[in-house]
């Protein structure tokens, strides 16, 4: 699973409206990619905090308007620690 695939269902990740196979796949990634984690964390958190102030949940359009722009940002992110690290050069001493 990809990071785009992740942000695409963490919608229904939330919801609990998952395959468990997918479910699955979600934690697997979520396990390596922090930058996953983090926004998975944050939004949960954000539902749960609605939940807790007594709505039920989010509202739909609300809803989805949040994951839109959570969409938007993480797709929009400052690359990172993709490709070019651990390439040190200079000193290999054979
Ligand atoms: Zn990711």
Known sequence: MTCEELIAHLSSYIDHEMDAALVAEVQEHIAHC???RVVLDTTQRLIVLVHDEG???????????????????????PQTQSQSDQHSSEDSAV
């Open 55 to 77: 709505r039920r949940i989010i509202p739909a359009s609300q809803r989805s308007a949040l994951f839109e722009r959570l969409q938007q940002a993480f797709l929009n992110r």
């Open 34 to 36: 922090r930058n996953c």
